[in-house]
């Protein structure tokens, strides 16, 4: 079996946020302009869905003996993603306005362009078909797969370079 190596140096923990309200809408919101708009935060479900990972990432933590000043909590400028860091931080006792939570652009949702922007999710469809026929092509103004990738990338390597030893 061949041997892999990865430049990870810190443990990851994933989520995404919880439901929100543009998810209950039906709404593509993808844009900075329209993603860090209060009004497409979490919905109420959404607020306790991110309850709920934040108590199970706490058992994690507990069951691992990993200590919680070790978590540094990343997140996009997005609404629905600050809240959801919001709450998870809350619910570690991690004071949100601290060292340990900061907010990274690269992490920001796949901007789809302005022809999907505010549109029914049902539009989704039309870029999946462009992804599929290839990554690297980009929706009218957006971001190809390949750009998110690039861009995800980026972020990872800026993570490993300032919190070395961390989850």
Known sequence: MAETTSFARNRYWVLRHGKSIPNEK????SS??????????LAPEGVDQAKLAGELFRKVLE?????IENVRICYSPFSRTRQTAQVVASVLDIQ??????KVMENLRERFFGPS??????DKYHEVWAIDEKDPLVKPEGGESVDD???RLVEAMANIESQFQGQY
């Open 26 to 29: 039906g709404l593509i919101v």
């Open 96 to 101: 949100f306005e601290g060292a340990q939570c």
């Open 148 to 150: 998110v990738a690039s």
């Open 116 to 121: 999907y922007e505010l549109m029914s999710h």
């Open 63 to 67: 069951e691992n003996c990993m200590p």
């Open 32 to 41: 900075m302009e329209n993603g860090t708009r209060p009004e497409y935060q």
